[in-house]
């Protein structure tokens, strides 16, 4: 009898200090993963005060609403080229659903492929475009034949806006 309490006697402090070492450890993990948590978040907020004016810029272009008058299709291809560079750069940082509405965006607003050499292609209506007394006619090969329901390009970019601000921690739920 006088054993067993002997070894209960040892055996108490020794299990509360396996658990603690235990339970150190795993708020050491917890810290450590919510630290990566927040510098990715801050990473993904960088990331996203450079391409959100351009991606702005570029749906109201092709919705042709907002100051898209002061914009030319070549500026419009520069900014593609300046959010691209900058989402696939950084694609490690984004969900794989940020970044399959990006592309299904940015599909849905640019024609790419279109030959060797040759600059993306914006899928819109040219008609108020061709109204401006800026209007070049060369810009004309700067469009697509094939033009983006402009409903289905507004719901892509919601979607898109939506799936950043879930990745940045916010969830917006209309």
Known sequence: MEIVQVILSF?????ILILGIWAKKIAREHEKRTSLTA?????????YEEIGKNLNDIYVYLMQVGDWKKFTPMQIVEKKREVDRLMYVN???????????YTVFMDSAFETFTGEGEDARIKTETR???LLSSWQQDWKKRFSDKKTDMSILKL?????MKNLSTDFGFYQDS
């Open 11 to 15: 055996a108490t402090p020794v299990t």
């Open 156 to 160: 892509n970019y919601t979607t898109l």
């Open 39 to 47: 510098k990715i978040i801050e990473k993904r907020v960088f990331v």
């Open 91 to 101: 694609r490690p940082y984004w969900s794989e659903r940020v970044f399959s509405s």
């Open 128 to 130: 108020k475009f061709e």
